[in-house]
């Protein structure tokens, strides 16, 4: 296949870069030059064009920019492609997307995707080999898509090595909200409240173990695109904040009660977690 992938940052670069290894030819589209040298440096396109050069060629097109951008970048793709090429988006919130575009006479033409993978970096440098082994990826709406464009993508994230599964796209945000993007908050908040800290106390940092630097790793996360996915998923993302709160808020009671038990019961009721994970896990293995 003839793929363009339109923002070549981590998700876009790291599809690419894979996608070259299965002999596909990569077409790269990014507004930053910056970008566009790399991406031809590190080997993750075969060529960067512009829109009006891929939509002559193209097959596929992966759309792998902020949210904020993706509505307004599908609907000039639908608006130009002919019936025989595909358009689909990796963004982490679909239900805007699904109904900026669902009343589009080429809506056929498109999919909803959501590869759940990544990294805290950005930028094309980011893009690695292995992203997406044994992950999954979320298509939405997929009963609103034409068979063979569906095949085209599923047949990409399969050779991506990824395990496709459908779900709503209200639901996709509302989920993502409390597995992903309120991941996000706690990082930036426990950042923030550091740093604060810091300030005052320059020997902070001197005793920070590993558990607080993987705590915190998702604050080195890109703004231009976090706060496009925050924006995108506002109410749900509030939602999980609000709960979220509750439980901060608990948990200071029982420390400020002096509880150690109610704090213990607290913690193994968390540690809960692990059978769940333990069982997500188990369920990919036994389906790959």
Not at 30 to 54: M, R, T, W, Y
Not at 66 to 89: K, N, Y
Not at 148 to 158: G, P, Q, R, W
Not at 253 to 271: F, P, W
Request: with cysteine; charged share 25%.
């Amino acid at each position: 296949m003839k793929i363009c992938v339109v923002g070549l940052g981590l998700i876009g670069g790291s599809i690419a870069k894979e996608c070259r290894t299965r002999e596909h030819y990569l077409y790269g589209v990014d507004a930053n030059p910056i970008h566009q040298e790399k991406a031809i440096d590190f080997g993750l396109v075969d060529e960067i064009v512009d829109i009006d050069s891929a939509l002559k060629n193209a097959d596929v097109f992966v759309v792998a920019i902020p949210v904020d951008a993706v509505e307004d970048m599908c609907q000039l793709l639908l608006d130009r492609i002919g019936w025989h090429q595909t358009v689909f988006d990796v963004g982490s919130t679909k239900k805007d997307i699904c109904m900026a575009i669902a009343d589009h006479p080429k809506r056929s033409r498109f999919i909803a995707s959501h590869p759940l993978a990544g990294t805290e970096f950005s930028g094309p440098g980011a893009a690695i080999l292995d992203l997406f082994i044994g992950k999954k990826n979320i298509i939405c709406e997929e009963h609103k898509s034409d068979e063979d464009a569906l095949e085209k993508v599923l047949t990409i994230f399969n050779e991506l090595g990824m395990q496709s599964l459908f779900m709503d796209a209200d639901a996709h945000d509302k989920h993502m909200a409390y597995v992903s993007h309120l991941s996000h908050v706690s990082a930036f908040t426990l950042s923030l409240t550091v740093l604060d800290i810091e300030q005052d106390q320059k020997q902070i940092f001197n005793l920070a173990s590993t558990g607080f630097e993987s705590t915190v790793r998702l604050a080195k996360s890109n703004p231009d695109t976090w706060s496009s996915i925050f924006d995108k998923n506002a109410n749900h993302l509030s939602d999980a904040l609000g709960q979220y709160i509750n439980h901060l808020q608990h948990f200071k009671s029982v420390i400020d009660s002096g509880d150690k038990m109610a704090s213990k019961e607290l913690i193994e009721k968390a540690n809960e977690i692990k059978r769940v994970l333990n069982g997500l896990k188990l369920n990919v293995v036994k389906l790959s």
